[in-house]
């Protein structure tokens, strides 16, 4: 099956800070969403972007479907942007999997 | 607008117990629906998919099964708890097969003592 890998692992910003995420993914995709899991464990949909750019606030995403990667920009933190990040993609071909694929995630806390 | 409901919000249950917990969707029909798990607080794995009443695939041989009884409604079961069924189970639902975004409820803690 497809593999989607996360980097880094674990990110620790000073509040104001800007970061960036990446999501490597092995094989075509025409699902890739982007999710803040929350203290609370509930999964927050952030972007859904296969392809191209999107913005939303202090928040951006741009996904490089032809060099399969995806990148999480996150300006300006704050200590609510604290928690774990997920890719989740979808293979074009199907691949056998009836839902998304994860990555392991991006452990992020911002310190105030 | 569409919206999931998820519960209980946490669980505590001795092994060999039963287990239900039940997913519902509003705002919306026909929608796609799913169970994840999620284990030692990172990746998520698909455990059941189903696209109607009735319909259900499973992705991983384990101790647990899925039912779908009604359209919204999806219900994650077992009749005998392991202590390996512990961790955070999520319910989601998209409107199309899995290249449609997907939206998550809020989970269930389960804890298996």
């Known amino acids: 099956g497809i593999q989607v890998e996360q980097s880094p692992p674990d990110l620790i910003l000073q509040e104001g800070a800007n970061s960036t995420l990446r999501c490597n993914f092995s094989?075509?995709?025409?699902?890739l969403q982007w999710f803040h899991q929350n203290p609370w464990g509930q999964l927050i949909n952030l972007f859904y972007?296969?392809?191209g750019t999107k913005q939303n606030g202090r928040l951006s995403a741009t996904t490089v479907a032809t060099e399969r990667y995806s990148l999480l920009y996150i300006s300006s933190s704050q200590t609510t942007d604290s928690g774990v990040y997920f890719c989740a993609v979808y293979p074009y071909s199907g691949g056998g999997a009836d839902g998304l694929t994860f990555g392991k995630g991006t452990h992020l806390i911002i310190q105030p | 607008s569409q919206t999931i409901h998820q519960w209980p919000a946490t669980l505590v249950q001795p092994v060999g117990s039963p287990l239900s917990l039940e997913c519902t969707v509003e705002g919306t029909s026909n929608p796609n629906l799913y169970w994840y798990r999620q284990a030692a607080g990172r990746g998520l794995q698909l455990l059941f998919y189903?696209?109607?009443?009735?319909?259900i695939s499973s992705e991983v041989p384990q101790n647990l099964s899925a039912s779908r009884p009604q359209d919204r409604q999806f219900i994650l079961s077992s009749k005998k708890l392991l202590l390996s069924d512990s961790g955070f189970y999520l319910c989601?639902?998209?409107?199309?097969?899995?290249?449609?975004?997907?939206?998550f409820g809020q989970g269930t803690r389960l804890t298996v003592v």
């Open positions: 972007i296969p392809s």
């Open positions: 094989d075509s995709v025409n699902n």
């Open positions: 189903s696209v109607g009443i009735g319909q």
């Open positions: 989601a639902w998209s409107t199309g097969p899995p290249n449609t975004e997907a939206f």
